[in-house]
């Protein structure tokens, strides 16, 4: 048996595993592909449009309501049926408009506007969460794929130890055992194999729910991206560029406000209003009459059963909430900060590891079937040898994965996991488009602005 042949054969089914075939697909179109077909994102972004709709739906507190009404009544008198003197027919127009209520709806719409931008950075949550699944997607199917190869190239080299075993029994060599314990691991690695396989497709079919397609070839190896110099400069980006903190900020803004809005909720609002109508009563020779009248009203409660005072309070326990929460998305954002930060340290210290342990194993393995060949080492020391190689090699095809995941976990940590970031080339979602399109709550096919909107509203729905 040529020993040489066969070690040769584990280093270049590796390598062959490593590198990637013209046309795979790169780490940045994958993300571009997860960014562009996540049904997840879309559904946020939908979020999003409806959170910008309150700030219209607040702002109308400050515009003029018109109302109008029409009506038809009889009166039917003693039984005889309506007369044609006693139908009346009434038309009414009415408008009223805020005056003043102490800056409660001005406030209303501030707490608006923070909900929208908390909703914004947890839409930025939302597409770190994606875009890390599709790394993690990309790095088990490189990682299964060499793996596998490995397997493969595992049973190949036993099955030739193997056959090696039984022709040095023929001769006298070796006893049965040996040709036991070479037929046992070869079992032992087909095996290995099938799981090796299995593991491959549960990749590919977790890259298909991550990037939207099966990876077209397997994919090659990316770049470390640049992340931080150190764990302290990473904690000090993340604390001021994480979504989840500044989301938790606008939160703790909007609560602020509304226990502002439910204060002055006690007080009284001034209504201004103007009113026209017209009745017509049918046989009546005057013709109908109309009748105008405008005027303001002040109005208020002298007592609501306790409700106004239970809201008060109610705000201010929300808000309470809305601190703490921010208090703990930064403690755990500086935690997911650490824990990355220290993955990516042990990954590149186990990666290094792996390799002096790849050249060590090789350098046993060759001295093992060499001492075998003088009768000085027998199967079992060659199996464990190769064994030892096996290992070696898986591990560092784990540790190279952990270490991209810790990385990229890094850049999620410091909040700066987005397409914009990591320039993919992609069309972003505009968040100002709708906003500034809906904020002056335009009417809908009554004014050019809602002309504009129903314009986004049709390029929304097509994408």
């Not at 009284?268 to 109908?288: E, H, M, N, Y």
């Amino acid at each position: 048996m040529n020993f040489k042949r066969n070690f040769a054969g584990i280093v270049s089914a590796t390598l062959m595993a490593m590198s990637s075939p013209a046309g795979a697909e790169s780490l940045g179109d994958a993300l571009a592909s997860a960014y562009k077909h996540s049904g997840l994102l879309k559904q946020n972004q939908a979020v999003l449009r409806a959170a910008d709709e309150d700030v219209a739906i607040a702002l109308s507190g400050l515009r003029p309501t018109i109302d109008y009404s029409l009506s038809h009544s009889w009166r039917d008198v003693d039984g005889a049926g309506p007369a044609v003197d006693t139908r009346v027919n009434s038309a009414s127009l009415t408008a009223s408009m805020l005056l003043y209520n102490f800056g409660r709806t001005q406030l209303g719409i501030q707490a608006s506007k923070e909900v929208v931008m908390a909703t914004r950075d947890t839409l930025v949550g939302i597409e770190q969460t994606i875009l890390l699944r599709a790394v993690r997607a990309f790095l088990d199917v490189r990682s299964t794929n060499e793996n596998a190869a490995l397997q493969a190239n595992s049973v190949r080299v036993l099955a030739q130890e193997l056959r090696a075993a039984q022709d040095r029994f023929e001769v006298g060599e070796v006893t049965q055992t040996d040709v036991a314990i070479a037929r046992a691991r070869l079992a032992s690695a087909r095996a290995n194999q099938v799981t090796a396989q299995g593991e491959l497709e549960i990749a590919r079919e977790e890259y298909r729910a991550a990037v939207g397609h099966l990876p077209k070839s397997f994919p090659n190896t990316p770049g470390l991206p640049k992340t931080a110099n150190s764990l302290a400069a990473a904690k000090s980006v993340a604390r001021d560029r994480h979504p989840d903190i500044q989301a938790a900020q606008h939160r703790v803004n909007a609560a602020d406000l509304g226990v502002e809005v439910a204060k002055k909720a006690m007080l009284p609002s001034l209504v201004g209003s103007a009113q026209t109508s017209f009745t017509d009563t049918i046989g009546d020779s005057t013709g109908g009459s109309f009748n105008n009248q405008i005027g303001v009203t002040l109005r208020g409660e002298f007592y609501a059963g306790g409700r106004r005072s239970a809201e008060y309070r109610k705000s201010i326990a929300q808000a309470e909430q809305a601190r703490a929460a921010l208090d703990l998305a930064r403690i755990t954002v500086d935690q997911n900060v650490a824990d990355a930060w220290s993955k990516m340290s042990i990954a590149a210290a186990r990666l290094e590891a792996s390799e002096r342990q790849i050249r060590a194993s090789r350098v046993a393995l060759r001295g093992a079937r060499e001492e075998a060949t003088l009768g000085s080492r027998t199967t079992l020391d060659v199996l464990n040898a190769e064994q030892e190689l096996l290992n070696a090699e898986a591990s560092r095809i784990t540790s190279q994965s952990d270490r991209f995941l810790a990385a990229y976990s890094l850049l999620a940590a410091m909040g700066l996991l987005t397409a914009e970031h990591l320039k993919l080339g992609v069309a972003s979602y505009d968040v100002d488009a709708y906003y500034n399109a809906v904020r002056n709550a335009p009417v809908r096919q009554v004014s050019p602005q809602g002309e504009k909107l129903d314009a986004i509203i049709s390029i929304l729905g097509k994408n």
